[in-house]
Every structure is written in C-alpha cells, then in structure tokens.
Nanobody, 123 residues
Framework: QVQLVESGGDSVQAGGSLRLSCAVFGYSYSNFCMGWFRQAPGKEREGLAHIHRNGRISYADSVKGRFTISNDNAKNTLYLQMNSLKPEDTAMYYC?????????????????WGQGTQVTVSS
C-alpha cells in the first residue's frame, strides 16, 4: 500500500523559510508524478508545484520564484523549499502522487495523498 508522510510544517515569521518533506512508502515515487498542494480554511485545494517522472517541473504563479520542489531518489522523498514566506502562505500543505502518464492539474486526479502538515506564517 502506498503511503505518503509529510513533515516539516511549523510556525514562522513572514520572510522566513521552511522545508517540507514527503516520504513515500510502498512504491517507488519515481513512477509517479508528485505534487505539492495547500488548502487554507474556506478555500479550495491549490496546486503549488509538480515534478514529473521525466524531471519536468512546474510551479503555480503564486509561488514561482519563492518555492522549489526537489526530490531524493535514494530516499524516496520529495521536498518543498519555501522561502520569503508570506502570511497568505498559511495553510495545510499536502503532497500527492498521480499514476497517470502526465502531471494532472486537478487535485481530484491524484491517487494518493499524505495527511498534511500545517504551515503558519505570522506578520
């Protein structure tokens, strides 16, 4: 069974940085498209960054230039480095895996999800 486990969420001041991790168990994550999403209270789940098995990376405009997605094949782990954090980045952050041959844009097309890790940015 595939399991995704996020960690690294915390409370930080605006302008600070955090690195989120997503460990993948039960399957080689290199067979997936992996993505990071977030959801703030009362808002829809938002896609932030995706990395395809072929190495292609894409970012949402809201985080481009501030967030960096990366992976460690040996550790079967996905990362999200978040810099220049803003209060509007406050949300629950999730990693997800899609088994499609492409990286879906809709969260509903992702097959596996982690439990989430909370990021809170204060002004």
């Amino acid at each position: 069974q595939v399991q995704l486990v996020e960690s690294g969420g915390d409370s930080v001041q605006a302008g600070g940085s955090l690195r989120l991790s997503c460990a993948v168990f039960g399957y080689s994550y290199s067979n997936f498209c992996m993505g990071w999403f977030r959801q703030a209270p009362g808002k829809e789940r938002e896609g932030l960054a995706h990395i395809h098995r072929n190495g292609r990376i894409s970012y949402a405009d809201s985080v481009k230039g501030r967030f960096t997605i990366s992976n460690d094949n040996a550790k079967n782990t996905l990362y999200l480095q978040m810099n220049s954090l803003k209060p509007e980045d406050t949300a629950m952050y999730y990693c997800a895996a899609a088994t499609q041959y492409y990286c879906p844009s809709s969260p509903t097309d992702y097959n596996y999800w982690g439990q989430g890790t909370q990021v809170t940015v204060s002004s």
